[in-house]
């Protein structure tokens, strides 16, 4: 699906493309579009960080444990919630008590990427996790800090033990399946979440396409009929909308969920 950039996207361009663009010819990198080196799911992410960033440090000065604002408690609920579907919780329930040291990474890429799916809500912008070069990129983070855990609990040899099984002489077997198992997890990571998050936008553009033509035909025809048929087109996308920001939180959810079960097995003292 092809994204028009946005005005954020033009302006960094027209600022900055050029020198950008020198930068990445000297390091033998060709963008796709030269008259605008930097794309839009770069541009959307680096808004996401900022974003996150600026919010943090606003929240940091207000944080009060007597009278904690609105703010403040909707930023504890990511943490822990009566659903038990915080990170925290999340972290507790697949890790075990020692789970809660591993809260900054996990909580960073879940809270940005439930920030990057939500941002394109907003009119005019996009979702840069559309782009499988961003979830491709928080899997290889997630894939790298979860296997440095488990080194960093149990020793390189110790680790490594793991994927041989319990049983010695299946170990010629298990091996590469472990391995090819565990890799694996970047590539499930990447497609759950750019498939599900490239589907909700591609099926709210689609459906809003296949009812703006009906509503055109109607309006050349009779101004109060295209009122009428225009209806469904003028609403439709608060519903797609809704289901949007389900998706996304959703997607988020999962994104915290399996980095917390893949850290609970890498750190277990049995498998």
Same mark, same amino acid.
């Given at each position: ?6 005005? %954020? ?8 493309? =050029? ?5 990445? !010819? ?7 579009? +030269?008259?605008?080196?930097? =794309? ?27 009278? =904690? ?14 659903l038990g579907a915080g ?14 040291? &591993? ?11 439930? %920030? ?6 907003? =009119? ?20 790298? &800090? ?6 960093? !609990? *149990?020793?390189?040899?110790? &680790? ?11 170990? +010629? ?10 890799t694996a997890r970047i ?16 099926? &709210?553009?689609?459906?809003?396409? %296949?009812?703006?033509? +009906? #509503?055109?035909?109607?309006? *050349? ?12 087109? #003028?609403?439709?996308? /608060? ?10 939180? /959703? ?19 049995? *498998?």
């Open positions: 699906m092809e994204h028009h950039n946005s005005f %954020l996207t033009v302006l960094l361009n027209k600022l900055i493309g =050029p020198q950008v663009a020198a930068l990445l !010819h000297a390091l033998g990198i060709h963008p796709h579009d +030269p008259a605008n080196p930097i =794309p839009e799911h770069v541009v959307m992410s680096l808004l996401v960080i900022v974003v996150g960033m600026a919010f943090t440090l606003w929240l940091k000065g207000r944080l009060s444990v007597a009278r =904690p604002g609105a703010s403040q408690q909707v930023v504890e609920m990511l943490l822990t919630n009566p990170i925290r919780d999340l972290l507790d329930q697949n890790v075990g008590h020692h789970g809660r040291q &591993y809260v900054p990474l996990v909580g960073s890429v879940s809270i940005f990427i439930l %920030l990057s799916n939500l941002i394109s809500v907003i =009119p005019g912008l996009t979702s840069p996790t559309v782009n499988a070069t961003v979830p491709l990129g928080c899997a290889i983070i997630t894939f790298l &800090y979860f296997n440095w855990q488990g080194i960093r !609990h *149990h020793g390189p040899i110790g &680790y490594l033990k793991h994927f041989f099984g319990p049983i010695w002489w299946l170990a +010629p077997l298990i091996f590469p399946v472990e391995i090819i198992s565990t590539l499930s990571l990447t497609v759950r979440l750019w498939a599900n998050m490239f589907a909700s936008e591609l099926l &709210y553009f689609i459906f809003l396409g %296949l009812l703006m033509g +009906p #509503a055109n035909f109607a309006m *050349h025809k009779s101004s109060v009929l295209g009122v009428l048929v225009g209806i469904l087109p #003028a609403t439709l996308p /608060i519903l797609f909308i809704l289901l949007h920001i389900f998706v996304a939180v /959703i997607q988020a959810f999962v994104f915290t969920i399996l980095p917390s079960i893949y850290l609970g097995m890498a750190v277990a003292e049995e *498998h």
